[in-house]
């Protein structure tokens, strides 16, 4: 079964510096994608970025860059320049391409990000 | 385009009642889910859908139903409500399409007395 693991309950960053929040998965399949989303206080789930498996770069998406190290599977997500807004929680999630129609994606436990001005 | 929407917001049940969560999507998408957050664990997925009249179950399906007659409904039922079932539920849906990533509803709150 695969397995998302966010080993960061809590993290501080300062305002405008960078940060990086941890994830490692475990999976058997060798297709599958890796997502991570941002939580606010107010509750809604926002997508943030994507990662395939095959895909030979790392994924950015603005502020947001995924640093996918395919044979430590990790999948980290490096946030630059923070800001307060960026004060959330943020889950990485996995799902497994093999099965044809397979909808099963697993989150990780989350990681609660602070920033301090 | 509202999304992926969730109601009720809020319920507060006793033990032994049934309720039904509703989800609703305008995006004409194939794949649906169900998911409960519990503090400390992330999201957990109950149940999923992939197209009209066809569910499997998810990490934690006990204790819940689900039936996707339609494409743009998926309904949570919870058969006979436990204070474990105290949590967000969240419903999210996806075109099925790489990267294929959840559009989540806003979620519902639910208390089990």
């Known amino acids: 079964a695969q397995k998302i693991t966010q080993t960061q309950p809590g993290m501080f960053v300062q305002e405008k510096e960078a940060v990086t929040l941890d994830c490692t998965y475990d999976?058997?399949?060798?297709?599958?994608?890796l997502f991570w989303y941002k939580q606010p206080s107010s509750g809604e789930m926002i997508f943030l970025i994507y990662?395939?498996?095959?895909?030979?770069q790392n994924a950015t998406e603005g502020r947001y860059s995924l640093n996918f190290q395919k044979a430590r599977k990790s999948a980290n997500l490096v946030i630059s320049a923070s800001q307060l807004g960026d004060s959330a929680m943020y889950f990485c999630?996995?799902?497994?391409?093999?099965?044809?129609?397979?909808?099963?994606?697993?989150f990780g436990a989350g990681t609660r990000l602070t920033v301090k001005p | 385009n509202a999304g992926v929407t969730q109601t009720p917001k809020f319920q507060v049940l006793k033990t032994g009642q049934s309720m039904t969560l509703q989800c609703a999507q305008d995006?004409?998408?194939?794949?649906m889910s169900w998911y409960r957050q519990d503090p400390g664990m992330g999201l957990r997925l109950i149940h999923y859908?992939?197209?009209?009249?066809?569910?499997d179950q998810g990490e934690v399906p006990n204790g819940y139903n689900v039936s996707r007659s339609t494409t743009e409904d998926f309904p949570l039922r919870l058969l006979s409500a436990a204070p474990s079932q105290t949590s967000v539920y969240f419903c999210?849906?996806?075109?099925?399409?790489?990267?294929?990533?959840?559009?989540f509803g806003p979620g519902t709150r639910l208390t089990v007395l």
């Open positions: 999210a849906s996806s075109s099925g399409l790489v990267p294929n990533e959840q559009f």
């Open positions: 990662q395939g498996s095959y895909d030979e």
């Open positions: 999976t058997s399949d060798p297709s599958y994608g």
């Open positions: 859908s992939v197209g009209a009249g066809i569910t």
């Open positions: 999630a996995m799902r497994e391409f093999a099965l044809y129609n397979n909808n099963d994606m697993r």
């Open positions: 995006m004409n998408h194939e794949y």
